[in-house]
Protein backbone atom coordinates (compact mmCIF):
# COMPACT_ATOMS: atom_id res chain seq x y z
CA UNK A 1 0.00 0.00 0.00
CA UNK A 2 1.93 3.02 -1.24
CA UNK A 3 1.80 6.85 0.57
CA UNK A 4 -1.48 7.88 -2.39
CA UNK A 5 -3.60 4.90 -0.72
CA UNK A 6 -2.66 5.61 2.86
CA UNK A 7 -5.93 6.07 4.53
CA UNK A 8 -8.38 5.54 2.27
CA UNK A 9 -9.66 2.07 3.43
CA UNK A 10 -13.64 2.17 3.60
CA UNK A 11 -15.28 1.51 7.53
CA UNK A 12 -17.15 -1.45 6.23
CA UNK A 13 -14.20 -2.95 5.12
CA UNK A 14 -12.32 -2.16 8.49
CA UNK A 15 -15.20 -3.51 10.63
CA UNK A 16 -14.72 -6.65 8.38
CA UNK A 17 -11.51 -7.42 8.22
CA UNK A 18 -11.58 -6.76 12.36
CA UNK A 19 -14.68 -9.21 12.44
CA UNK A 20 -12.80 -11.83 10.61
CA UNK A 21 -9.82 -11.38 12.86
CA UNK A 22 -11.80 -11.71 15.92
CA UNK A 23 -14.08 -14.56 14.44
CA UNK A 24 -10.78 -16.56 13.57
CA UNK A 25 -9.63 -15.53 17.59
CA UNK A 26 -12.97 -16.44 18.92
CA UNK A 27 -13.08 -19.99 16.52
CA UNK A 28 -9.45 -20.86 18.52
CA UNK A 29 -10.14 -20.20 21.68
CA UNK A 30 -13.90 -22.33 20.58
CA UNK A 31 -11.56 -25.20 19.71
CA UNK A 32 -9.40 -25.28 22.87
CA UNK A 33 -12.48 -25.02 24.63
CA UNK A 34 -13.48 -28.45 23.11
CA UNK A 35 -9.83 -29.92 23.12
CA UNK A 36 -9.92 -29.39 26.79
CA UNK A 37 -13.43 -31.00 27.18
CA UNK A 38 -12.26 -33.57 25.19
CA UNK A 39 -9.66 -34.76 27.13
CA UNK A 40 -11.49 -34.54 30.92
CA UNK A 41 -13.82 -36.93 28.71
CA UNK A 42 -10.62 -39.60 27.90
CA UNK A 43 -11.10 -38.66 24.23
CA UNK A 44 -9.01 -37.61 21.42
CA UNK A 45 -8.32 -33.53 21.67
CA UNK A 46 -8.74 -33.76 17.24
CA UNK A 47 -12.83 -35.55 18.04
CA UNK A 48 -14.79 -32.14 17.34
CA UNK A 49 -12.80 -31.46 13.97
CA UNK A 50 -12.96 -35.08 12.84
CA UNK A 51 -16.40 -34.88 13.64
CA UNK A 52 -16.57 -31.78 11.27
CA UNK A 53 -14.39 -32.84 8.69
CA UNK A 54 -15.83 -35.97 8.02
CA UNK A 55 -19.45 -33.77 7.11
CA UNK A 56 -16.89 -32.57 3.53
CA UNK A 57 -14.71 -35.81 3.37
CA UNK A 58 -17.27 -38.60 3.91
CA UNK A 59 -14.55 -40.23 6.02
CA UNK A 60 -15.46 -42.47 8.80
CA UNK A 61 -16.07 -40.91 11.82
CA UNK A 62 -14.71 -42.72 14.62
CA UNK A 63 -11.21 -42.08 13.26
CA UNK A 64 -9.01 -41.15 16.20
CA UNK A 65 -5.83 -38.75 16.10
CA UNK A 66 -5.09 -36.25 13.79
CA UNK A 67 -5.57 -36.88 10.20
CA UNK A 68 -7.33 -35.42 6.43
CA UNK A 69 -10.48 -35.42 8.15
CA UNK A 70 -9.04 -33.03 11.26
CA UNK A 71 -7.45 -30.81 8.73
CA UNK A 72 -10.85 -30.56 6.58
CA UNK A 73 -12.61 -29.97 9.98
CA UNK A 74 -10.08 -27.26 11.59
CA UNK A 75 -10.24 -25.51 8.40
CA UNK A 76 -13.93 -25.39 7.78
CA UNK A 77 -14.38 -24.34 11.33
CA UNK A 78 -11.76 -21.37 11.05
CA UNK A 79 -13.69 -20.63 8.09
CA UNK A 80 -16.65 -20.36 9.50
CA UNK A 81 -15.67 -18.54 12.56
CA UNK A 82 -13.84 -15.93 10.90
CA UNK A 83 -17.26 -15.36 8.33
CA UNK A 84 -19.22 -14.74 11.48
CA UNK A 85 -17.29 -12.92 12.98
CA UNK A 86 -17.38 -10.34 9.84
CA UNK A 87 -20.95 -10.77 9.55
CA UNK A 88 -20.89 -9.70 13.14
CA UNK A 89 -18.52 -6.71 12.69
CA UNK A 90 -20.80 -5.58 10.07
CA UNK A 91 -23.91 -5.65 11.76
CA UNK A 92 -22.37 -4.14 15.10
CA UNK A 93 -20.54 -1.33 13.10
CA UNK A 94 -18.93 1.05 15.20
CA UNK A 95 -20.52 0.12 18.83
CA UNK A 96 -18.11 1.19 21.73
CA UNK A 97 -19.95 -0.14 24.79
CA UNK A 98 -17.89 -3.48 25.52
CA UNK A 99 -20.64 -4.91 27.30
CA UNK A 100 -23.39 -4.40 25.01
CA UNK A 101 -20.86 -6.32 22.55
CA UNK A 102 -20.01 -8.73 24.55
CA UNK A 103 -23.81 -9.66 24.87
CA UNK A 104 -24.53 -9.44 21.05
CA UNK A 105 -21.52 -12.22 20.70
CA UNK A 106 -22.83 -14.09 23.15
CA UNK A 107 -26.73 -13.75 21.56
CA UNK A 108 -24.73 -14.67 17.69
CA UNK A 109 -22.74 -17.50 19.92
CA UNK A 110 -26.17 -18.99 21.17
CA UNK A 111 -27.75 -18.53 17.22
CA UNK A 112 -24.79 -20.63 15.76
CA UNK A 113 -25.41 -22.94 18.63
CA UNK A 114 -28.95 -23.82 17.61
CA UNK A 115 -28.40 -23.44 13.59
CA UNK A 116 -25.29 -25.73 13.75
CA UNK A 117 -27.09 -28.58 16.38
CA UNK A 118 -30.12 -28.58 13.25
CA UNK A 119 -27.89 -28.73 10.94
CA UNK A 120 -24.95 -31.38 11.83
CA UNK A 121 -27.69 -33.45 14.26
CA UNK A 122 -28.90 -33.80 10.31
CA UNK A 123 -25.98 -34.69 8.71
CA UNK A 124 -24.28 -36.77 11.72
CA UNK A 125 -27.38 -37.94 13.67
CA UNK A 126 -26.66 -39.74 17.02
CA UNK A 127 -22.52 -38.94 16.95
CA UNK A 128 -23.13 -35.46 17.22
CA UNK A 129 -24.64 -36.32 20.70
CA UNK A 130 -22.29 -39.27 21.28
CA UNK A 131 -18.79 -37.47 20.66
CA UNK A 132 -20.23 -33.89 21.46
CA UNK A 133 -22.62 -33.08 24.11
CA UNK A 134 -24.69 -30.33 23.89
CA UNK A 135 -23.91 -29.00 27.11
CA UNK A 136 -20.08 -28.56 26.10
CA UNK A 137 -20.81 -27.71 22.58
CA UNK A 138 -23.35 -24.64 24.27
CA UNK A 139 -20.27 -23.84 26.55
CA UNK A 140 -18.03 -23.60 23.67
CA UNK A 141 -20.26 -21.30 21.26
CA UNK A 142 -21.17 -19.14 24.61
CA UNK A 143 -17.05 -18.51 24.75
CA UNK A 144 -17.17 -17.85 21.29
CA UNK A 145 -19.72 -15.18 22.08
CA UNK A 146 -17.15 -14.00 25.19
CA UNK A 147 -14.33 -13.40 22.20
CA UNK A 148 -16.64 -11.70 19.96
CA UNK A 149 -16.70 -9.70 22.59
CA UNK A 150 -13.43 -8.19 21.69
CA UNK A 151 -14.71 -6.28 18.65
CA UNK A 152 -14.30 -3.31 19.27
CA UNK A 153 -10.41 -3.48 20.11
CA UNK A 154 -10.05 -5.26 17.13
CA UNK A 155 -11.54 -2.62 15.41
CA UNK A 156 -9.71 -0.06 17.01
CA UNK A 157 -6.29 -2.09 16.04
CA UNK A 158 -7.14 -2.55 12.62
CA UNK A 159 -8.17 1.29 11.96
CA UNK A 160 -4.27 2.14 13.51
CA UNK A 161 -2.98 -0.45 11.04
CA UNK A 162 -4.70 1.11 7.84
CA UNK A 163 -4.95 4.56 8.33
CA UNK A 164 -2.47 5.57 11.29
CA UNK A 165 -3.31 7.25 14.20
CA UNK A 166 -6.38 9.09 14.88
CA UNK A 167 -6.50 12.92 13.39
CA UNK A 168 -7.15 14.06 16.54
CA UNK A 169 -4.16 12.19 18.20
CA UNK A 170 -1.02 13.42 14.91
CA UNK A 171 0.19 17.10 15.83
CA UNK A 172 -0.93 19.07 12.75
CA UNK A 173 1.48 19.59 9.81
CA UNK A 174 1.73 20.97 6.44
CA UNK A 175 4.19 17.97 5.13
CA UNK A 176 1.90 15.25 3.73
CA UNK A 177 2.64 11.46 5.42
CA UNK A 178 5.19 10.85 2.99
CA UNK A 179 7.29 14.10 2.07
CA UNK A 180 10.89 14.23 3.84
CA UNK A 181 11.77 17.09 5.44
Not at 83 to 99: E, K, P, Q, S
Not at 121 to 147: D, I
Request: charged share 10%; aromatic share 12%; proline share 5%.
Amino acid sequence: MGPEKYGRVSAPLLRALAGVETGVLAGVAMFGWLALSSLFDFRSIWTAPNLLGSTLSGQATLQRGFGWATVLGLGLHLAVSGLIGMTFGLLVGNAARRLRVTLLGMLTGLVWFYFSQALFQRKLGVFVTLYSPPRTLLMAHLMYGLVLGWFPSGLRSVTRTFLGEPAAQMPETDATPGAVE
